[in-house]
C-alpha cells in the first residue's frame, strides 16, 4: 500500500468515527432530555437530594480556604457515600412504594448514579481543583519565602564583603 492509500484510509476512518460520535452523542442527548423530562422533580425525596448537593456545592464554595481541615474529610465523605450504592439502588427498588411515586431504580443503577453519585462526584472534583489550587498558592509562598531568605543571605555577605574591600583598598593606597 502506498503511503496516499494509507492516509486516504486513515482519513475515511476519521471522518466516519466523528460521524458516528456525532449520532451516537445526539442519541445521548436525545436519551438525557428524555430521562429529565419522565422524572417527576417535585417528589419530597428528589427534593431533598438536590438540597443535598446544593448545600454541599455551597460548603465547598464557602470553605475553600479551608482546603486541608474541611474539604479533604468531605472529599473522603463523598467516596465513601458512594461506594454502597449498588446496595443502597436494591433497597430502594424493593422499597420505593415508601418514599416515591414511581419505580425509577432499575437493575443497571442508572438512576442512582445519575442524581446521587454523578453530583457528589462533580462536588469532589471540585475540591480536588480547590485543593490543586491552594497546593499552588502554597508552593508560590513557599518559593517567595526562599527568595527572600537568598537576598537578605546575599545582602549580608554584600555588607560583609564591603568593609574587607575597603580595608584591602586602604592598604593598597
Not at 446496595?87 to 414511581?102: S, T, V
Not at 446521587?116 to 502554597?138: D, H, K, R, S
Amino acid at each position: 500500500m502506498a503511503a496516499s492509500e494509507l492516509l486516504e484510509q486513515f482519513l475515511g476512518n476519521l471522518t466516519s468515527g466523528i460521524d458516528s460520535f456525532q449520532n451516537e452523542s445526539g442519541k445521548s442527548a436525545e436519551f438525557f432530555m428524555m430521562f429529565f423530562r419522565e422524572v417527576d422533580w417535585t417528589q419530597p425525596w428528589l427534593l431533598a437530594l438536590m438540597a443535598f448537593h446544593v448545600f454541599c456545592l455551597v460548603f465547598i464554595i464557602l470553605s475553600r480556604h479551608h482546603v486541608f481541615t474541611m474539604q479533604v474529610p468531605l472529599f473522603a465523605l463523598f467516596f465513601m457515600l458512594c461506594a454502597p450504592a449498588s446496595y443502597i439502588n436494591e433497597w430502594a427498588a424493593q422499597n420505593y412504594k415508601y418514599f416515591a411515586r414511581d419505580q425509577y431504580f432499575d437493575s443497571s443503577g442508572m438512576f442512582i448514579t445519575l442524581v446521587y453519585c454523578t453530583p457528589m462526584m462533580i462536588n469532589a472534583v471540585i475540591i480536588l481543583i480547590c485543593m490543586l489550587f491552594e497546593i499552588g498558592q502554597m508552593v508560590i509562598t513557599v518559593k517567595r519565602a526562599e527568595l527572600h531568605h537568598k537576598l537578605r543571605q546575599h545582602e549580608k555577605q554584600g555588607a560583609q564583603q564591603q568593609p574587607q574591600q575597603q580595608k584591602e583598598l586602604k592598604k593598597n593606597k
